[in-house]
Antibody, heavy 120, light 113 residues
Framework: EVQLLESGGGLVEPGGSLRLSCAASGLTFSNHVLSWVRQAPGTGQQWVSSITGSGGSTYYADSVKGRFTISRDNSRNTLYLQMNSLRAEDTAIYYC?????????????WGQGTLVTVSS | DIVMTQSPESLAVSLGERATINCKSSQSVLYSSNNKNNLAWYQQKPGQPPKLLIYWASTRESGVPDRFSGSGSGTDFTLTISSLQAEDVAVYYCHQYYNSPNTFGQGTRLEIK
């Protein structure tokens, strides 16, 4: 069974940095587009970023472009999100998610999430 | 960006009764090339990640009980729970994957009356 396990969240001051990781198992890692989706307290989900299976193409929401960097290590079956210049509005649970199929499709597997809190 | 608007914000239904949740997109999410609506529904319980229930607007994910069904096309969609069970208490979200950025509805909280 597919499992996604996020780590790396925590409390950081505005302007600070964090690196999130997502360890995957139960799938042929390099075959899948992976994404980060976040959920601020009491709100719905917001797509943040996606990366193709090879890592050759990356996509970002306008709200994080230039501050966040998505990457992957296919030899370690691990997805990353480097978050710089963090703002209070980045406070959220960050989920790693896999799409059902290549291209645009629903998210069929989600990790349990890791909480990022940006506050002084 | 496509705006997804759900209604109602919250809903209380008696056990065994029908629950209906609506989702409206600001533009059509119907792909003309394959005649499929790029719309999914998720269930989220407290402290858990979202769980995929429905994709292509009406296709039930494997393992999802058949009391859950999705309908609609273009810009107007509905998630129906035919006979509410206690374990269905959750927040439900719609999601359009027609284009980037993918966007989600704000959620509908379903409770027992």
């Amino acid at each position: 069974e597919v499992q996604l396990l996020e780590s790396g969240g925590g409390l950081v001051e505005p302007g600070g940095s964090l690196r999130l990781s997502c360890a995957a198992s139960g799938l042929t890692f390099s075959n899948h587009v992976l994404s980060w989706v976040r959920q601020a307290p009491g709100t719905g989900q917001q797509w943040v970023s996606s990366i193709t299976g090879s890592g050759g193409s990356t996509y970002y929401a306008d709200s994080v472009k230039g501050r966040f960097t998505i990457s992957r290590d296919n030899s370690r079956n691990t997805l990353y999100l480097q978050m710089n210049s963090l703002r209070a509005e980045d406070t959220a649970i960050y989920y790693c998610a896999k799409r059902r199929t290549a291209g645009q499709s629903a998210f069929d597997y989600w990790g349990q999430g890791t909480l990022v809190t940006v506050s002084s | 960006d496509i705006v997804m608007t759900q209604s109602p914000e919250s809903l209380a239904v008696s056990l065994g009764e029908r629950a209906t949740i609506n989702c409206k997109s600001s533009q059509s999410v119907l792909y003309s090339s394959n005649n499929k609506n790029n719309l999914a529904w998720y269930q989220q319980k407290p402290g858990q990640p979202p769980k995929l229930l429905i994709y292509w607007a009406s296709t039930r994910e494997s393992g999802v009980p058949d009391r859950f069904s999705g309908s609609g096309s273009g810009t107007d969609f509905t998630l129906t729970i035919s006979s509410l069970q206690a374990e269905d208490v959750a927040v439900y979200y719609c999601h359009q994957y027609y284009n980037s950025p993918n966007t989600f509805g704000q959620g509908t909280r379903l409770e027992i009356k």
